[in-house]
């Protein structure tokens, strides 16, 4: 709940922070304050829900240690690095930037200011990255030796902090949601213009803010695709049973198809997908239950073995804690060695526990890529209308269009369930599960913080609307023309 509300204001931060410098920039080329009223007004909604922003994701990262304190204990030396850097480098230096932006118009000279607003959303975007290596660590924990002394999973070498900041699985993250936060940004201001223009006010700010937020919107809804993809790649390699959710897919083989919605499908299309091959094998819920062979002739053990692997590393990693004697210790290392990939399995109750709710993901990612094409679509015909300035009484299309702002954050929230409920039940992948992960908290006690960070929440977020309408309602210091 904590990181679906710090996401609502997440993707309009990274794509406003573009729109602004695109504007900023054509400012200073053309040298016509009509670029720069325009930039400062978009700033100063980038700089209402840049604040609110803050404020939930500070809350995200207390609630590691107060909710999550054995996962915290497990992955500190690994998950703790990415945070620290994010918080040293890339939020300093965006919240430096800010500042010279925001209040340094008539302090520091055109060039400066353009800087400092094209670093801030550059700032923005390496904070995103950083955050994005723990979460993409977190599907695919690479570079990491568990260390039985210190039950802990750790980075030994240079090397491994490497492997892990480019985590392929990151990496895909990084592009998708960035470019998500263009198509969010760009749908944002296309719907806020055609405002002005149902309000028959402001039209060449309008017009020019549409042009802009399209272009930046339909960019960012390729690069999704093109991201989406890659991600898609990686789920199919590193968390198969997420890809099997996220279709519905019981039983797997090749050539298997994709699902558009439940009796409409579309033949070796998701082999495609997942493989990049259409002969290529994508497993299903009953194959990864079951054991099978991977496209690369890998035979994947069934999870009752992954289980009874996991125990074997349980019970030699207490032995190793518990005993003095050398060769005893020596014997529990090596049997923990050769069963740790599977430790997670170990607190596992039976094999069923590994299937995240289909439900949900199998819709919400269906809910991302239709409501993706509809905004995708939204883009295209607005911006095309706008260039040719044919958008006066098209009434019923600025209608739709301010009505996709309320459905992009659906699209993007609905993207989020899929890459975390979807590999439920692990916080990190394969090595530890949600009921291990939690501190040792009553039922009361979670209940009552939940409800109090909900109402707050959604506090910040009323407080964020009201401030956005007020400022919308006066609207951009250009003239009415």
């Known amino acids: 709940m904590t990181a679906a509300y710090h996401w609502l204001f997440v993707p309009l931060t990274l794509g406003l922070a573009l729109v602004m410098a695109v504007m900023e920039t054509i400012y200073v080329i053309r040298k016509d304050d009509f670029w720069k009223k325009t930039a400062q007004y978009w700033m100063k909604l980038f700089a209402i829900n840049f604040a609110v922003g803050i404020a939930t994701g500070i ?33 300093f230096m965006e919240a430096t930037f800010f500042a010279v932006m925001f209040f340094g118009w008539e302090k520091v000279s055109k060039r400066f200011h353009l800087a400092s ?64 936060g263009w198509v969010t940004g760009g749908v944002f201001v296309v719907g806020i213009s055609c405002w002005y223009l149902l309000k028959n006010r402001q039209r060449k700010f309008a017009r020019a803010s549409i042009l802009i937020g399209s ?27 997420k890809l099997a959710a996220a279709e519905g897919l019981n039983d797997g083989g090749r050539r298997a198809a994709f699902t558009i919605v439940p009796g409409i499908r579309i033949p070796g299309m998701l082999s495609i997908l997942a493989t990049h091959d259409i002969d290529g094998y994508v497993p299903g819920i009953n194959d990864i239950l079951n054991g099978y062979t991977d496209n690369e002739g890998n035979e994947i053990p069934s999870v009752a073995e992954k289980m009874a692997m996991g125990r074997k590393a349980l019970v030699a990693l207490s032995l190793y804690r518990s005993t003095d004697d050398p060769s005893e210790k020596a014997e529990a290392r090596y049997a923990l060695e050769e069963n740790v990939q599977y430790m997670g399995y170990g607190h596992l109750e039976k094999p069923e526990d590994v299937i995240p709710p289909v439900g949900i993901v199998f819709w919400a990612f269906r809910f991302m890529i239709g409501l993706g094409m509809l905004m995708l679509l939204e883009l295209l015909v607005v911006g095309w209308l706008a260039w040719k300035d044919k958008l006066t009484g098209k009434r019923w299309l600025m209608i739709a269009a301010l009505a996709c702002i309320p459905l992009v954050y659906i699209c993007g929230q609905s993207g989020w369930i899929v890459a975390e409920v979807g590999r439920q039940p692990w916080t990190i992948q394969g090595l530890l599960p949600v009921n291990v992960a939690i501190s040792s908290l009553s039922a009361g ?26 400022a919308i309602k006066k609207g951009p210091e250009t003239s009415n023309e």
């Open 59 to 91: 809350i995200l990262e207390f609630e590691f240690g107060t909710n999550w304190s054995n996962y915290s204990w497990f992955v500190g030396d690994m998950f703790g690095a990415p945070l620290a850097i994010e918080g040293i480098l890339a939020f």
């Open 117 to 180: 607003t094209w670093l801030t959303g550059i700032g923005a975007s390496i904070s995103a990255y950083w955050i994005l290596v723990a979460n993409g660590w977190m599907q695919n924990p690479v570079g990491t030796t568990f260390n039985p002394e210190a039950v802990r999973s750790e980075m030994a070498s240079a090397q491994a902090f490497w492997e892990v900041i480019s985590n392929p699985v990151a990496v895909s993250k990084f592009f998708h949601a960035i470019t998500s």
């Open 215 to 241: 272009i930046v919107g339909i960019v960012g809804s390729f690069a999704v695709m093109l991201s989406g993809d890659a991600s898609g790649v990686h789920a199919a390699e590193f968390q198969p049973m």
């Open 445 to 470: 006690a979670v209940k009552t913080t939940f409800f109090l960070f909900l109402a707050i929440f959604t506090l910040f977020l009323v407080i964020e609307i009201r401030i956005l309408i007020g």
